[in-house]
């Protein structure tokens, strides 16, 4: 192994120790910076520790720039890694301190930071909860038809409701609008209930009645559905958190041999 397949192996490789050593390490980084975020965004701290925010972030910001860079010199397939999610995330999440240097406000975007967290499922090789994600994308795939068409009704029903309650209470019980009487059947609908508006007719308390008895079954429906297809797939029992040299993509059985995506040999530590 050259100095790249290393490299390749201690950044990409979460199941080797030295790969968990530097994942965990960089899951550490990632926390304590988003932790930073969310106490920039309080005003009085921000005030009292304005200095300090600006060193930490560029710490962290120089340290996020050198793994980016560190990924791009090993990734195999650079382009497939730049054009990753993550690797478009990576990016992201350092271009805000930069450009904040020439356009005030961009620092707002260092939130995207917090989407990092991702790789917390790689980092701890949580390969039950690997397998559990990808059987729940596969079930919320399987039964998109589905929970189109439901939520299509659901649309057709608040429309309704909405212009219903329009002619039937008016704008004197502050259905003002079609628009403002269909976010009213929104809210009713989905049991939220903020009482900004409410019916005072007997048919409109009816009605909306009738509606809120109606939500507590429609939300019970798109969970039946995908747990029904989730109980139709198959789980793999094994997850590897493995990445493939070529196409950058994980999940792969703990035991392969090839990537599942591409045919590429995993494993191989042999520069393409």
């Not at 994942?23 to 910076?33: C, G, P, Q, R």
């Not at 608040?158 to 059947?185: D, K, N, Q």
């Not at 609908?189 to 509606?211: E, H, K, M, N, R």
């Amino acid at each position: 192994m050259n100095w790249k397949d290393k490299l390749y192996e201690v950044i990409f490789e979460a199941d080797t120790p030295a790969g968990r050593t530097f994942d965990i390490m960089l899951l550490i980084a990632i926390v304590l910076s988003t932790i930073i975020i969310m106490l920039e965004s309080v005003p009085s701290i921000a005030a009292a520790n304005r200095d300090t925010f600006v060193v930490v972030e560029w710490v962290f910001t120089i340290l996020f720039t050198s793994e980016y860079v560190l990924r791009i010199i090993a990734a195999r397939r650079k382009a497939k890694y730049l054009l990753s999610f993550l690797g478009i995330i990576d990016l992201l999440s350092i271009l805000p301190t930069y450009l904040a240097i020439f356009l005030s406000g961009a620092q707002i975007f260092l939130v995207i930071r917090v989407v990092r967290l991702f790789r917390v499922f790689r980092i701890l090789k949580l390969a039950h909860l690997l397998g559990a994600g990808n059987t729940l994308r596969a079930a919320l795939i399987a039964s998109r038809h589905k929970i189109s068409v439901f939520l299509f009704s659901v649309v057709l029903i608040v429309i309704l409701s909405g212009a219903l309650m329009y002619v039937i209470e008016g704008s004197e019980h502050g259905f003002t609008s079609i628009p403002r009487s269909v976010y009213w059947a929104v809210v009713t609908l989905t049991t939220v209930g903020y009482g900004d508006i409410a019916p005072q007719t007997f048919l409109g308390q009816f009605i909306a009645s009738v509606i809120m008895i109606l939500g507590y079954g429609i939300l019970a429906v798109p969970t039946g559905i995908v747990s029904s297809e989730m109980i139709n797939l198959k789980s793999k029992e094994k997850i590897s958190s493995q990445v493939c040299p070529h196409c950058m993509r994980d999940g792969h059985d703990s035991d392969a041999v090839f990537c599942k995506y591409c045919s590429f040999k995993l494993n191989d530590h042999t520069v393409s």
